[in-house]
């Protein structure tokens, strides 16, 4: 491997798009990264769910929010809202929707996930 390896997001080695979502994801080496980009609207459980057939989120999120504001509502009672500039660890066990009228842009950190997340 490369002592130093660079990719865009925009030209990502995969794309996915489900309802009012998209997802670019670009390997790097073991690593996966992903960008998150949901319009106003998107809920998981409306958008995601059909996708990936779980009653909620079952995907641990390592994250950042470059913009927009989005709200997570987690199965054991806890919630918060995320907005640009926080950076995030969500467990799996969610539900997570827009908040306003922008879009919101994520990155995540989480290989697994990145790797695998709205995908069918």
Not at 15 to 34: C, E, F, I, S
Not at 87 to 113: C, M, N, Q, R
Request: proline share 5%; glycine share 8%.
């Amino acid at each position: 491997m490369a002592s130093i390896e660079t990719k865009s997001m925009d030209s990502p080695d995969e794309t996915r798009t489900p309802d009012k979502t998209t997802v670019n994801v670009v390997h790097l080496g073991d690593a996966t990264v992903a960008r998150l980009t949901v319009q106003p609207g998107w809920r998981w459980s409306e958008c995601i769910k059909p996708v990936v057939g779980t009653e909620s989120c079952q995907a641990a999120h390592l994250g950042y929010v470059v913009s927009g504001r989005m709200h997570i509502a987690a199965t054991d009672g806890a919630e918060a809202d995320l907005g640009a500039g926080d950076t995030y660890s969500i467990a799996p066990g969610h539900d997570a929707w827009v908040l306003g009228d922008e879009p919101v842009v994520a990155l995540e950190f989480e290989s697994k996930t990145a790797a695998t997340y709205a995908k069918a």
